[in-house]
């Protein structure tokens, strides 16, 4: 028998997957949750329990009556000391209610004040926070080129759909026999088309609510939301395939880990994720091509990619290169360090444009 | 009047003092105790005045001004927050116990509390001269023989699920009570629950846990010991497979001892001194999550090696409380 000391934060864990566990299994249901929520009957929730939410019971002790019980039951003397009690109060009766019209008064316009205060803290707070909400949207705006007419950046520079389509195409096989299959930043719908063509069911995620509606009218099913909202929204084990083309290179580091989790949550167990972006490895892509749309966050090269799969518990991660550059150097010259030199340029020029990672989560 | 007056009153005499016991309220059968009156004739500036400390009272003010050496063992007040709305009078008392505490000070010789958490509170009340040491506990009667009665009551229900402490807002019993419900509904439904405790104290807050019982349909699972002999204490604490506190306030925590005595895994809430005194030889809950408190239970009952290493490391905890090493450490705080 193992004497060492309990690992407390690896049992944490255990607990707490635990609950997950019997909340996924339907045993840890609302009956349950309303049992561990019942208030204590016969009267206010406990003071200290009020304490970490004073507000309402701020407001619910405001409206109580105050009652005091002067029947004394102590044998003999109960008597008396009840009729004692009576006189004392009926006397003191008309000080005590100055008192307490006074303090009922304070006691108004002290919750009132804190109540306006939560609503609205004071008009210079108000203020600055409206500037520092405007600042903040134009910095995100303006990191991404938000006024930019994306009508005329499309035509001069979207992607060709026949290329789109014969690069996808080649991942089509990863989905086959699934039954729910999400491609998440779907734009025109090739995926979706393609899975389509080859039987297998799936829907589509992007924030171009525009180009959804045209999607749609071709049949697919389709909704206008930002990637990470979605999947934050997908119940778990509910989907069993995730394809992703040119998303990653969007988001900022920390929310592609993110989305990378709750694809991990939703996903049921051996599901396949594919994402698909373009290849910094290839210097003309890192240095050029890649900032030919400004709305690109930064590049990830692939190695980081692969890494963060394999951190978030992927398994069975693989790396694929495609779209090989059109432009490439002649390696059409006499065998010898010269040719090995420009077929070194040739990779590291013009090596492949996109790289996909290739995932899978944990069988159960 | 808690055992530890009379384990320390052992222990003086034993070392050739005239020590005797005094009390505000004495329980009634007890012995050897005289009321706290007798204390102004009977003491002198030669003597040494032991004050027990746990709530506040109008007599300590008199106390006070006795003159001989003066020590306060401080066991904590509980803030009156807990109390309020559901017990005025415990309120009002606990109020006064907090703002004695700061006017005994300049009174005092010397205030000892009995965790490191109470000479935290101490020095920041103000006290001059502050020592640490635990309550001095007697495992006689607790390693006596077993009540047949309770044992034979509880043979064979598993798994029990137990709490010991006097039923007051602060222990949060409702909680425990809450979260047997989690614990049939979704781990084991034929556990059950004893909450060991006198109740006299807190009439509105005990009838209002018998009507959420009633409430959460859990009459036949949850039992109120009440108050209990030594021997029916041990009964309870060797038929249980499990003690569990959800407590909000704890000054020392002796029943999470008395359960490590009776190798009983300990789980319970961290609050007060509850983590020191448990220290490692217990689960420890870090949020009042009863979900994750019920599944920590659960685990431990499910898994004899993490019960093994538990109850283990409960033995290895105790020999911290030594009685003999903490009379020894008594004595050297007082200068005996």
Same mark, same amino acid.
């Given at each position: ?162 290329? !789109? ?5 080649? @991942?089509?096989?990863?989905?086959? +026999?699934?039954? =729910? #299959?999400?491609?998440?930043? %779907? ?112 590049? !990830? ?5 692969? @890494?963060?799969?394999?951190?978030? +518990?992927?398994? =069975? #991660?693989?790396?694929?290169? %495609? ?42 | ?336």
């Amino acid at each position: 028998m193992n004497d060492g000391p309990v690992d407390l934060v690896a049992l944490q864990a255990e607990i707490r997957e635990r609950v997950q566990r019997k909340r996924a299994a339907g045993v840890y249901d609302d009956d349950v949750r309303a049992a561990l929520e019942m208030p204590l009957p016969g009267g206010r929730a406990l003071f200290s329990d009020e304490l970490g939410d004073p507000l309402p019971a701020l407001q619910d002790v405001l409206a109580e009556e105050a009652t005091y019980d002067a029947t004394s039951h102590r044998r003999l003397v109960g008597g008396a000391i009840t009729v004692g009690r009576r006189v004392v109060i009926g006397l003191v009766r008309w000080w005590i209610a100055a008192i307490t019209d006074r303090q009922e008064r304070i006691n108004q316009l002290l919750a009132r004040a804190v109540i306006d205060l939560r609503d609205a803290p004071s008009p210079q707070f108000d203020e600055r926070l409206a500037r520092l909400e405007r600042d903040w949207w134009r910095w995100r705006e303006d990191e991404v080129a938000g006024s930019l007419e994306s009508t005329f950046f499309a035509a001069r520079f979207s992607g060709d759909e026949s290329v !789109i389509r014969r690069q996808s195409k080649s @991942f089509v096989d990863l989905f086959r +026999g699934r039954t =729910r #299959v999400l491609d998440l930043g %779907s734009g025109r719908g090739t995926f979706l088309e393609l899975l389509r063509d080859e039987g297998i069911a799936g829907y589509g995620v992007d924030p171009d609510a525009k180009m959804n509606e045209e999607v749609r009218s071709r049949g697919f099913d389709v909704q206008t939301a930002d990637g990470l909202t979605h999947l934050r929204s997908v119940a778990d084990d509910s989907i069993d395939g995730l394809f992703s083309r040119h998303v990653a290179e969007h988001v900022l580091p920390g929310e592609l880990i993110a989305m990378l989790r709750e694809c991990r949550r939703a996903l049921a167990p051996g599901s396949p994720v594919v994402f698909i972006t373009p290849n910094p490895a290839t210097l003309t892509v890192g240095a050029h091509t890649f900032w030919l749309d400004p709305q690109h966050r930064r590049p !990830i090269p692939p190695e980081l990619f692969h @890494f963060y799969l394999e951190v978030e +518990g992927y398994e =069975r #991660v693989e790396t694929r290169t %495609s779209e090989p550059s059109e432009t490439r150097l002649s390696e059409d010259v006499p065998a010898g360090p010269v040719r090995e030199n420009v077929k070194l340029l040739n990779a590291t020029l013009f090596g492949d444009r996109d790289y996909a990672v290739i995932g899978w989560t944990p069988h159960a | 009047m808690s055992n530890h007056v009379f384990a320390l009153q052992e222990r003086l005499r034993g070392w050739g003092h005239d020590a005797q016991a005094y009390a505000v309220e004495t329980k009634p059968g007890a012995v050897d105790v005289l009321p706290y009156r007798r204390l102004f004739r009977d003491v002198g500036p030669d003597d040494l005045v032991l004050l027990h400390f746990s709530m506040g009272n109008e007599v300590f003010t008199q106390l006070a001004k006795l003159r001989a050496r003066k020590v306060l063992v401080y066991h904590n007040v509980t803030p009156a927050e807990f109390f309020r709305g559901i017990n005025a009078h415990a309120a009002t008392y606990a109020r006064l116990g907090r703002r004695q505490l700061a006017e005994l000070a300049p009174a005092m010789d010397l205030a000892i509390g009995v965790s490191a958490y109470n000479q935290r509170e101490l020095d920041a009340a103000g006290y001059a001269r502050t020592a640490h040491v635990p309550i001095l506990i007697d495992w006689r009667a607790f390693d006596g023989a077993p009540d047949d009665a309770v044992m034979a009551r509880w043979a064979g229900t598993r798994p029990l699920l137990l709490f010991v402490g006097r039923v007051s807002p602060h222990k949060r019993q409702d909680d425990l009570i809450r979260m047997l419900a989690y614990y049939r509904a979704c781990i084991d439904p034929n556990a059950r629950l004893v909450l060991v405790g006198g109740y006299r104290d807190q009439p509105q807050y005990h009838a209002r846990l018998v009507a959420l019982v009633a409430a959460l349909r859990l009459e036949p699972a949850v039992t109120f010991a009440g108050a209990v002999s030594a021997a029916e204490l041990v009964a309870y604490f060797r038929s249980a497979s499990a003690f569990v506190s959800l407590s909000e306030h704890e000054g020392f925590g002796v029943p999470l001892l008395e359960a490590m005595r009776a190798d009983l895994p300990v789980i319970a809430y961290d609050a007060g001194a509850v983590g020191e005194t448990v220290d490692g030889a217990g689960i420890l809950l870090a949020d009042r999550d009863l979900a994750n408190a019920a599944e920590a239970v659960g685990l431990v009952l499910e898994r004899t090696d993490l019960r093994e290493r538990l109850v283990a490391a409960g033995r290895t905890r105790l020999e911290a409380f030594d009685p003999d090493s903490v009379a020894l450490r008594t004595r050297e705080v007082l200068g005996l």
